[in-house]
């Protein structure tokens, strides 16, 4: 598969500093999640002509250089059905064709195959090669080679983060594309200790509210060791997010904003 990472800079707290844009085939392929207009992003368009565009999930930090490259290469606009609202909202475009789970998408000398991997975002795809001995996909926000991935606020659910993790590890990838840093060469590792990670977040949270902290706000203060100095309302959300899957497992309380054993 002949895939161009293009990393884009960005103001915005995202992994990295930048997110990822990938060109993937020679010619009449498709771009996928250009962050905003570049030089770099304009070279790559013009040597690999791509016919379409597509985004892994319609965050701001993923979706906005669409509108522009979308008028200025007369691209296809791809989106994922059920949430075309959304991807207007987010990108000022109306789709041109929306594509569902398992639906093939023409790359030019190849074809990707969109994967539904709901978690970090309700609309997230992730995309694979069919076929051949390369088992690459381009994950998104799904995976990253180092740190974690946040999973929280409105669009968060840590149940379905967590079954994308386990749904990839199962297909036994040879290559990750990562919507934020590098390309992932040893996903089965990269993989397992997302996974742990997260487990060993959730057994902390738990700890946190068997011991008594109820709120929040308390719990991230037994839960985490390390400096939140910027990030603490987002490891808020990640708390929350964690509460509301083990809510749902029965394994805490959480109602109204406070948690307790069960």
Request: proline residues 6%; hydrophobic residues 40%; glycine residues 10%.
């Amino acid at each position: 598969m002949h895939v161009r990472r293009v990393p884009i800079d960005l103001e915005a707290p995202v992994p990295t500093g930048s997110t990822n844009a990938y060109v993937v085939g020679r010619r009449d392929g498709v771009l996928v999640d250009p962050a905003r207009r570049t030089d770099a992003l304009d070279g790559a368009i013009e040597a690999r002509a791509p016919a379409r565009v597509l985004v892994t999930h319609a965050h701001a930090d993923h979706v906005g250089g669409v509108a522009d490259y979308a008028a200025e290469y007369d691209l296809t606009v791809l989106a994922r059905t059920g949430y075309g609202k959304r991807f207007e909202r987010a990108t000022g475009v109306t789709p041109d064709r929306m594509i569902s789970d398992g639906d093939v998408v023409d790359a030019g000398t190849h074809t990707l195959r969109a994967i539904s991997m709901p978690g970090h975002a309700p609309d997230h795809l992730a995309l694979a090669v069919p076929g051949g001995a390369e088992r690459s996909l381009l994950t998104g926000d799904i995976a990253i080679a180092e740190g974690s991935v946040f999973v929280g606020g409105e669009d968060g659910d840590m149940r379905g983060y967590l079954t994308a993790l386990r749904r990839l590890l199962a297909r036994s990838p040879d290559r990750l594309y990562p919507g934020h840093g590098p390309t992932i060469e040893e996903p089965a590792t990269v993989l397992a200790r997302l996974i742990a990670h997260r487990i060993d977040r959730e057994r902390r949270i738990e700890r946190a509210v068997r011991a008594g902290a109820s709120t929040p706000e308390q719990i991230v203060e037994r839960a985490y060791e390390k400096s939140l100095d910027g990030v603490r309302d987002l490891a808020r959300k990640t708390v929350i997010a964690h509460l509301e899957k083990l809510a749902v497992e029965g394994r805490v309380v959480w109602s109204d904003g406070t948690a307790r054993p069960r």
